[in-house]
Nanobody, 124 residues
Framework: QVQLAESGGGLVQSGGSLRLSCAASGGTFSSYGMGWFRQAPGQEREFVALISWSGGSTYYSDSVKGRFTISRENAKNAVYLQMNSLKPEDTAVYFC?????????????????WGQGTQVTVSS
């Protein structure tokens, strides 16, 4: 059983930056692919980014490509999401998730464990 806890959310002006962190415990972190999702009010939870177990491969949704960077530190059981050039439409609750799926996991059902989420609000 893996427990995940996000932090680093907050209120930022349009064009600003935030760095989200996700701390993992209770499992072999380095054996999981990790993803970030987000959910805006009244909308479906959507894929944002993923990183392979080794950190050697990453993938982003079109809406954040070039602005967000996902990374991980297996020695610290942590995954990060650096968010630059933030826009009001990035406002959402951001969730980290862990998957044992060995392919490109971009669907909610492909993830085994989820954090509670952290709120990101971008003002215009």
């Amino acid at each position: 059983q893996v427990q995940l806890a996000e932090s680093g959310g907050g209120l930022v002006q349009s064009g600003g930056s935030l760095r989200l962190s996700c701390a993992a415990s209770g499992g072999t972190f380095s054996s999981y692919g990790m993803g970030w999702f987000r959910q805006a009010p009244g909308q479906e939870r959507e894929f944002v980014a993923l990183i392979s177990w080794s950190g050697g491969s990453t993938y982003y949704s079109d809406s954040v490509k070039g602005r967000f960077t996902i990374s991980r530190e297996n020695a610290k059981n942590a995954v990060y999401l650096q968010m630059n050039s933030l826009k009001p439409e990035d406002t959402a609750v951001y969730f980290c998730a862990a998957t044992r799926f060995t392919g490109w996991a971009m669907k909610r059902y492909e993830y085994d464990y989820w954090g509670q989420g952290t709120q990101v609000t971008v003002s215009s």
